[in-house]
């Protein structure tokens, strides 16, 4: 009786073991090195609003509204195949934000610490060079200070 409960033990601690998160840690070798990206605005504060896009991918990816930060280790071109982010591979990516200028950086991947910034410059416009839109109407007809209707064009 002792074999058998000193067996089943055995073989509960090594299945223990098999799917602990050490060993699964170390099964990821097919997947890309994490990138993350952290946008920010010209004071530091985080842009909530900001979307990236890699050129070769049809997809935005927003960022996270709390703290401005956008990772992942891989990304899927329209085809269906991945774009793992391999170490020494440089990747291009595009970040937008309403209210702000688009920037494109370039960045080269590291085996650790990818940790990547990036300042949005506020756009610069004055509310005055903004036209309100001239809507016409094809059946509008100016109206006589008598209230009538002018004539009909």
Do not use: C
Not at 3 to 21: C, E, G, H
């Amino acid at each position: 009786m002792k074999r058998i409960f000193s067996w089943m033990m055995a073989t509960a601690m090594a299945a223990l073991f098999a799917v602990s998160p050490l060993a699964l840690a170390g099964s990821k070798s097919g997947e890309g090195t994490r990138v993350r990206i952290q946008v920010l605005d010209n004071e530091g504060a985080p842009v909530q609003t900001a979307v990236i896009r890699h050129p070769e991918e049809a997809d935005r990816h927003r960022v996270n509204s709390v703290d401005g930060t956008w990772e992942d280790e891989v990304l899927y071109l329209p085809d269906g195949s991945p774009l793992l982010f391999l170490p020494g591979e440089v990747l291009v990516f595009e970040i937008s934000a309403p209210g702000y200028e688009t920037t494109v950086i370039s960045y080269q991947v590291r085996r650790r610490g990818n940790d990547v910034k990036v300042t949005l410059a506020e756009l610069a416009y004055d509310s005055g060079d903004i036209d309100e839109p001239m809507m016409s109407f094809g059946r509008d007809v100016p109206r006589d200070e008598g209230g009538e209707a002018g004539p009909a064009n």
